[in-house]
């Protein structure tokens, strides 16, 4: 698969003015609220993974259903783009692609794992996550996947893996890990800021630590791993090129996911945050710029 964005259509909300007109008024009730709040909860590496809510031993929220399903997939090609491929140059040039083992934790419908794999035939690939939600009929032919949770174990022995997302203990001396995080929405107008804010907060109550992505670099390297590259990739959703529209839709959708969540903190109606998504869209497009950063994080596991 090359570096293009999925050719999935984008279909636009037209919105009520009336209901739009009275958001203002919820956006300054969370914005009241999340200001009681200002500590940040304690993360470590498994933080890293996607999880889901509607299993009880986790804290990932978003929901399985095919829309998110969608969003997952379109935003790996929208990710691939942006960091100018799947895997980091400072991995290819030291791990031979076409003889590797490699794990993807938390990999959602696969599409990462079966755009890799395709890419590189000549190794093996494998697959976990919460949710059986993998393709069945069309897969590369090295590619496994496996429906487990990662928090409570992995069958495979220590050293198997010359690169995994994640979690570290199996991974081989010398071997890679690439992580890849979105930040926060915190630049931008007040309405952005206060969606933003809205979305920390309950990141934050559901405890986990919404800045994880600012510091990856020092967990990879709390975890005896050096750090060979850590970079920053800013998305501006004022700019109309087909990267930051695909961005654009991907936050929107994103926000659509956690809707039952969010609505409720921000004290909306469904159909006003519907109202809500379509406005937050507009806005985001608006100057002063919001910019949405994501960053990626690559360690090498120490040899001795």
Not at 128 to 144: A, C, G, K, L
Not at 233 to 240: A, L, Q
């Amino acid at each position: 698969m090359g570096n293009k964005l999925s050719s999935t259509s984008r279909k636009k909300r037209v919105g009520n003015p009336t209901a739009v007109k009275n958001l203002s008024t919820a956006v300054n009730k969370v914005d009241e609220k999340n200001n009681e709040h200002d500590i940040i909860s304690h993360s470590n590496l498994s933080s890293f993974g996607r999880k889901s809510s509607q299993v009880s031993t986790t804290s990932y929220w978003f929901p399985n259903h095919n829309e998110e399903l969608d969003r997952l997939s379109s935003q790996h090609f929208a990710l691939k783009v942006l960091f100018e491929g799947n895997i980091s140059n400072h991995i290819t040039t030291h791990l031979d692609m076409n003889n590797s083992v490699v794990l993807d934790l938390g990999c959602g419908p696969g599409t990462w794992l079966m755009d890799v794999a395709t890419e590189f035939p000549g190794s093996k690939f494998y697959g976990i996550d919460i949710y059986d939600i993998f393709p069945s009929n069309i897969r590369p032919p090295n590619v496994e996947f496996q429906a487990r949770d990662a928090l409570e174990g992995l069958p495979f022995p220590d050293n198997t893996f010359d690169l995994v997302n994640l979690r570290l203990f199996i991974i081989s001396p010398g071997g890679f890990i690439q992580c890849c995080e979105a930040g926060m929405l915190e630049r931008g107008n007040e309405f952005v800021l206060a969606a933003g804010r809205a979305f920390t907060e309950t990141v934050i109550e559901r405890g986990q630590d919404p800045y994880i992505s600012l510091r990856m670099d020092k967990t990879v390297q709390n975890a005896n791993f050096n750090v060979i590259d850590f970079e920053a990739k800013d998305i501006n959703f004022s700019k109309t090129d087909p990267l930051s529209k695909e961005f654009l839709w991907d936050i929107v959708k994103l926000l659509k996911s956690c809707q039952p969540i969010i609505e409720q903190r921000m004290d909306m109606t469904g159909e006003q945050y519907e109202q809500f998504l379509e406005q937050l869209r507009i806005e985001l497009q608006k100057k002063p710029d919001a910019i949405w950063t994501f960053h990626r994080c690559i360690g090498q596991k120490n040899k001795h």
